[in-house]
């Protein structure tokens, strides 16, 4: 059996909130357990809008914006 896992809301290995790597290899006994033979990594990606919990040190905290987002230069 395939297993296709979502990174980011799968298992938080950090304690940040959000799905990583790190949560998915803790997890991996339990799946294999299941009888999954394979996991399927459904692609992910940097995100590039802006969270509230993201601070830039130039820019101060950003907020979530509408798109499209644009980013400030300086």
Do not use: K
């Not at 790190?22 to 339990?30: D, H, K, Q, S, V």
């Not at 940097?46 to 914006?65: I, K």
């Not at 509408?66 to 300086?74: E, F, L, Q």
């Amino acid at each position: 059996m395939i297993y296709q896992v979502y990174p980011r809301s799968f298992a938080d290995g950090n304690g940040d909130g959000m799905g990583d790597l790190e949560g998915i290899r803790t997890r991996l006994p339990y799946l294999r357990d299941l009888g999954v033979d394979a996991v399927w990594l459904s692609p992910f990606y940097a995100s590039r809008r802006p969270t509230p919990a993201t601070t830039s040190p130039t820019t101060g905290p950003s907020t979530p914006c509408s798109a499209p987002c644009s980013t400030p230069t300086h």
